[in-house]
């Protein structure tokens, strides 16, 4: 197999990647959207309040890294989806500093998608908290539980680091 094949290969692989990175990423933003308009705890209604339309919780520390962590995300994922249109724009480098390009701007949306993923574990976990800071018992499990996330991360790069560190030079 020659250097062209090699790079032919290595680009419908990246692209490939890129278009189910693309769904994901797409996902993401219009989830992270819909939380910022459809907050925890709801908004203020009683028409004599002078905070009418205003978020019940905003004083609540979760609260805050809810909303914090949520536009974190979207903008990260919002970040990724360009990053991913920006690949299918140009799709077919022709020189290696054009393939080096396509490579980089997949590794920053891939980078970006997976702040996220991080991001949005936060915000739904700082969300639930904000909501059920009376139930000690189940906003303590929520939290517990949305750090699974964050172990199941640690173990498939550990794999992931395992797996490549195992490779022979010619691999």
Request: glycine share 6%; hydrophobic share 50%.
């Amino acid at each position: 197999m020659n250097t062209d094949d090699n790079e032919t290969t290595k680009i419908k692989d990246i692209m490939n990647a890129a278009q189910i990175h693309l769904v994901v990423a797409t996902l993401l933003v219009t989830v992270t959207f819909a939380a910022g308009f459809t907050l925890p705890g709801g908004f203020e209604s009683d028409r004599d309040s002078h905070n009418k339309g205003m978020a019940i919780l905003v004083k609540k520390t979760p609260f805050c890294v809810f909303v914090i962590t949520d536009a974190i995300a979207f903008v990260c994922s919002a970040g990724a989806v360009f990053s991913y249109f920006v690949m299918a724009a140009n799709h077919r480098p022709t020189t290696k500093e054009e393939l080096r390009v396509l490579i980089n701007i997949y590794r920053v949306a891939t980078i970006l998608q997976f702040l996220s993923m991080s991001a949005v574990v936060i915000a739904f976990v700082t969300g639930l908290y904000a909501t059920l800071a009376h139930s000690v018992g189940l906003s303590a499990a929520v939290c517990s539980i949305g750090c699974l996330t964050f172990l199941i991360y640690v173990l498939v790069f550990h794999l992931i680091y395992k797996g490549l560190s195992g490779r022979t030079p010619n691999q």
